[in-house]
């Protein structure tokens, strides 16, 4: 029962350590059992028998203490009149120990001294008792002197065998014992059928890591019962499942992004093998495939810059929060895609109060309002429009960015925050989109305490809503 764990350091089994401190525990309780009940019967028989010989050894030396002198023959006339019978020897001798009268006729010694320890305590001038229990009788002895006017003229000895007594509490001794075996065979049977259930399930538990560990992420236990095993059992179920959800979406993106990252690759390897294999390639055609080969590599760039943003979101570490203007940042970002408005031939209306303060990363407010803002560009038709809003009431400030563009279908919305995600992939494709954008707004809205929502507009287009908590007036921004 005793293992060795994988330190090599041995393991002590949880029901072999139960079934121990019980079988210690029972035995002390049925030794206890056992011994308190016939010790305690065996004390009050002898302190009954104690008052009832003394008292009686009393009465008979009070009878005999009439006499003036004690004989053989005016000890046997009292004698005679005095209840004998619930003795089995009974004994009177004089002052100097020699036997006047003894119940026990056949044992001769009438004449003789009798020098029990008993007789010559009484003769000294106390009365002795004395009992002993050899467990199966009692055996009990008591004398008394026997005074005449302040002088000691002899002693009454009394002696007892008792085996009724003695029967009555081996009777129930054995009846104890017999219940006691029967309560600790049944207390440790029981104890064995729950440390083994509970083991089982612990068991159980470990296997359940075990294959978990080894990346099967599908295993889940059946919990039973409803204490805190089940209760360790359902966590271990929770966590599981969510140990899969996150494998799934490790696994989905690796491959998404690998997918994602060879088609530009792809593109870049044929253009330059049809530049190297062909001989007399005219300079404008070679131009042209590598500016092509130039805009997959920027598109590349794009991509594992955006992969790289999301993966250090992904590890959670906190960017550097602080009180920013989203007005300045929006105006920033506006002026940065102000040629691509004007190659599309997109105006874009702007309407931002001041004092929208907030506190977050101003990398990613500007992250936020660039993809949004380029999106609202990009999935635009020629010569559309673009609203800018910045608002703030009620202790948050709210960011508005619409356009009057392509629009996202109803059921796509839901799905549109998903990493890779594109609504129609061969106009993403075309305007240089990876599906990253809006996983990477969602991701930095929400890391800095913000929501988002996506709708569909009236009319054309699409709008999308971001609300930030209102950084607190304590200090003041710095216009400067
Ligand atoms: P992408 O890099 O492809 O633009 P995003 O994550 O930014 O990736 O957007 C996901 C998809 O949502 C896009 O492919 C596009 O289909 C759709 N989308 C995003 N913004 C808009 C918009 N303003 N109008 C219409 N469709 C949009």
């Known amino acids: 029962m005793l293992k060795k764990d994988q330190n090599g350091k041995i393991r002590y089994s949880v029901q072999l350590t139960f079934f121990i401190i019980y079988f210690l525990f ?64 009974v004994i009177v001798t004089d002052a100097n120990a020699m036997t006047l009268y003894d119940t026990t006729q056949t044992s001769g010694s009438l004449g003789r001294y009798a020098l029990f320890s008993e007789i010559v305590g009484a003769l000294r001038g106390q009365v002795q008792f004395f009992c002993s229990y ?64 509970l083991t089982g399930r612990i068991t159980d538990l470990v296997r359940a890591m075990r294959i978990v560990r080894e990346g099967n992420y599908d295993y889940r236990i059946s919990p039973r019962g409803r204490d805190e095993v089940t209760e360790l059992a359902q966590e271990f179920n929770d966590m599981t499942q969510r140990l899969q959800s996150t494998e799934e ?13 060879r088609t530009p690759l792809a593109s870049i390897r044929l253009l330059s093998d049809s530049i190297a294999q062909s001989e007399n390639m005219d300079e404008g055609t070679m131009r042209e495939f590598v500016g092509d080969i130039g805009t997959e590599a920027e598109r590349l760039q794009r991509m594992t810059e955006k992969l790289m943003r999301l993966t250090r979101m992904d590890s959670s570490v906190q960017t550097q929060r602080e009180r920013v203007d989203i007005k300045r940042v929006a105006e920033k970002t ?81 799905h549109i925050f998903s990493r890779f995600y594109r609504v129609d992939k061969a106009r993403s494709s075309d305007v240089g989109g990876s599906g990253l954008g809006l996983a990477i707004v969602k991701g930095a809205v929400e890391q800095n305490g913000g929501t988002i929502a996506a709708q569909r507009r009236e009319t054309v287009g699409t709008r999308f809503v971001v609300s930030f908590p209102a950084a607190g007036e304590e200090a003041e921004y710095d216009e400067a």
């Not at 696994?251 to 994602?260: I, L, M, Y």
């Not at 609203?387 to 796509?412: C, N, Q, S, W, Y």
Request: negative net charge.
């Open 26 to 89: 029972i035995a002390l309780m049925t030794g206890l059992l056992n011994t308190y009940p016939t010790i305690s019967s065996r004390d009050a028989v002898f302190s009954t028998k104690q008052s009832m010989m003394l008292s009686q050894a009393t009465v008979m030396a009070s009878s005999l203490s009439a006499l003036e002198s004690l004989s053989g023959e005016n000890v046997t006339q009292v004698m005679e009149l005095v209840d004998i019978n619930s003795f089995d020897r």
């Open 134 to 197: 050899d467990g199966s009788s009692f055996r009990s002895r008591a004398a008394s002197p026997v005074v005449s006017a302040g002088e000691i003229i002899g002693c009454v000895y009394l002696y007892e065998y008792d085996g009724i007594q003695a029967a009555y509490i081996m009777d129930i001794q054995a009846r104890l014992r017999s219940i006691s075996i029967i309560a600790a065979l049944l207390a440790l049977l029981a104890v064995y059928v729950f440390t083994k259930a």
């Open 249 to 261: 979406l490790r696994r989905r993106f690796v491959s998404d992004a690998s997918h994602e990252l």
């Open 334 to 414: 506006v002026h940065m895609l102000t040629p691509l408005a004007q190659a599309r031939n997109i105006t874009i209306f702007s309407e931002l109060d001041e004092g929208c303060i907030v506190t977050a990363s101003q990398d990613d407010v500007h992250q936020i309002i660039f993809n949004l803002a380029e999106n609202a560009l990009k999935y635009n038709s020629f010569g559309g429009n673009v609203f800018l809003r910045l608002h703030a009431a009620e202790g948050t400030v709210k960011l508005t960015v619409e356009d009057t563009g392509i629009g996202i279908p109803e059921e796509d919305l839901p």
